[in-house]
Every structure is written in structure tokens, then in C-alpha cells.
């Protein structure tokens, strides 16, 4: 407030030194010695007049900066008055019939569930209503014939090879998203959609071919890859020891290398 109140005074101080400047004063009928010429007086005139402008320019920032440091404060105690009163009314018992009781049960009943969250973060990535719900329900009903298939695979003692897509809810998903939708898909739950390198082995094919932990790989033989799962399996098919290409990002920058199919020897990060 100090601050508020210099800069009210110095911009009235200022105001008055400027109106001054145009005051018409009555001639003298003794003449004044000056020592100045005409021309000087009048540059001297327009100095002050800037040098004014500047105090004044100055004080209204001032005040300007002032006024916005009030401005957040009050936002700054809205928010916290908000938050305690959110926080009071949790912790207030609910009694039958009472105003508090049913504003915390208004409350509650206000809160999105996670369906009705998941179907807004699948919106928000560009999907439509309709096959936001598709997808949903897709992915129940995906998880549902992992499940079958792993029991199917246990009643047989048959081992679960953990590169078989009937296993693999996202592979499934994949295939019927197909890659540009399913990337949205990732996106809408926060996931990576390219599989980050944490850490390059010491005489891996990944380290000759000059691959640098923190890279992201997105494409492997021309094919896109989302996760270590993709990859891995990418790596797998055709013949070992042939030349493929292997697309990755560095910095923003995207970058190619050529190296021969089979393991990459690096560890990776984020989701398989």
C-alpha cells in the first residue's frame, strides 16, 4: 500500500508540473534578464516537459504494477477461502434432513465417475461420442478374452508366450483401431506414443548403429511402434541379421539409422 500511495502522489505532483508548463504568465513590465535566447528558453521548456512525461510515465507503471500485486493477492485468498470452505464442509458431520448433509451429498453426486472421465479424455483427443463409447466398451470386452484365452492356455498347460497378441489387450485394440486412432487412444490416457530408450548395452547392435539413451523410437522396418512390445515383436519377424531401418526422435529432430534385425540390446521405458 506504501507503494500505491507514492505513486498516486508523484503522478499528482507530476500532473501539476505539466499543467504549469502551459499556464499562460502575464508579462512582467520590468524586463527579465534570462540570459537565454528565445530559442534556448523554448528547448529548455520542451526537456522538462519530457523529462515530466518520463516521472509520470514511471508513476502510472508503478501503480499499474501495484494494482495487479492487489489484484492476485485477492485471487490468492479466494482460492485458499475456497479451499477451506470445501475442506470444512467435508469434515462437518452429515445429519438427516441437514443443509450440510445434502450439500455433501450434492456434492458427490456432481463428481464425474471414471467412465464418464475416461469418455471426456477420449473426446478431447479428437474421438467422437459414438466411438468413444465404442471404445470403452471395446476394452472391457478385449480384457474379457485375454482372460479366456489365458485360461484357455492354462486348462491345456500349454506355456503363454508373452509375444502372442490374444494375450495382449493393446495389440488387439491396435488392430482394430488401426495406428492413427489408436495413437489418439494413448494420447487420451496419458500414455508414450513411441518407446524411449533408458539405457544402451556396451557392444549392442543399438550402440554401434549410434542409438543414445533418450531416444524415441517410432518406427522399425517401416512398421510404427508404440511400445517395447511392438518393437520386440517387430524385431522378430523376417530374418535375423537383415538390414532394417529404425526411426527415432532425438531432441525434436527426427533421425534414421539402418541396423540388422534381431535384438536392440537397450533397456526401455514407460509403459510395454
Not at 506504501?2 to 508548463?21: D, H, M, Q
Not at 486412432?181 to 556396451?202: D, K, P
Amino acid at each position: 500500500m506504501p507503494k500505491l500511495t507514492i505513486a498516486i502522489v508523484v503522478s499528482l505532483l507530476v500532473g501539476f508540473a505539466i499543467a504549469a508548463l502551459y499556464i499562460d504568465v502575464p508579462e512582467s513590465t520590468q524586463p527579465v534578464a534570462t540570459g537565454l535566447e528565445p530559442n534556448t528558453n523554448i528547448n529548455e521548456r520542451l526537456r522538462a516537459l519530457e523529462t515530466a512525461i518520463n516521472v509520470e510515465r514511471q508513476a502510472r507503471q508503478l501503480l499499474e504494477e501495484e494494482i495487479f500485486s492487489l489484484y492476485a493477492e485477492l485471487e490468492s485468498l479466494d482460492v485458499v477461502r475456497q479451499a477451506i470452505d470445501a475442506q470444512r464442509l467435508e469434515n462437518l458431520p452429515i445429519e438427516a434432513g441437514s443443509d450440510v448433509g445434502e450439500a455433501r451429498r450434492r456434492q458427490r453426486s456432481d463428481r464425474p465417475s471414471e467412465s464418464e472421465r475416461r469418455l471426456a479424455r477420449l473426446t478431447d483427443a479428437g474421438f467422437s461420442a459414438a466411438r468413444a463409447n465404442w471404445v470403452v466398451r471395446r476394452e472391457s470386452e478385449l480384457q474379457m478374452d485375454v482372460l479366456r484365452n489365458q485360461y484357455d492356455l492354462m486348462r491345456t498347460y500349454e506355456p503363454m508366450n508373452p509375444m502372442n497378441p490374444d494375450l495382449n489387450m493393446n495389440a488387439m485394440l491396435r488392430e482394430e483401431l488401426g495406428d492413427v486412432q489408436y495413437e489418439m487412444y494413448l494420447q487420451a490416457g496419458g500414455r508414450s506414443t513411441a518407446v524411449g530408450i533408458g539405457s544402451v548395452f556396451e557392444s549392442s547392435p543399438a550402440q554401434t548403429a549410434g542409438l543414445r539413451p533418450g531416444d524415441e523410437i517410432t518406427h522399425y522396418d517401416g512398421v510404427r511402434v508404440f511400445s517395447s512390445y511392438d518393437l520386440t515383436r517387430q524385431a522378430m519377424q523376417g530374418d535375423e541379421g537383415e538390414r532394417v531401418a529404425v526411426s527415432f526422435m532425438r531432441d525434436g529432430i527426427a533421425m534414421q539409422i539402418v541396423m540388422p534385425r534381431g535384438p536392440l540390446g537397450v533397456s526401455t521405458r514407460g509403459r510395454r
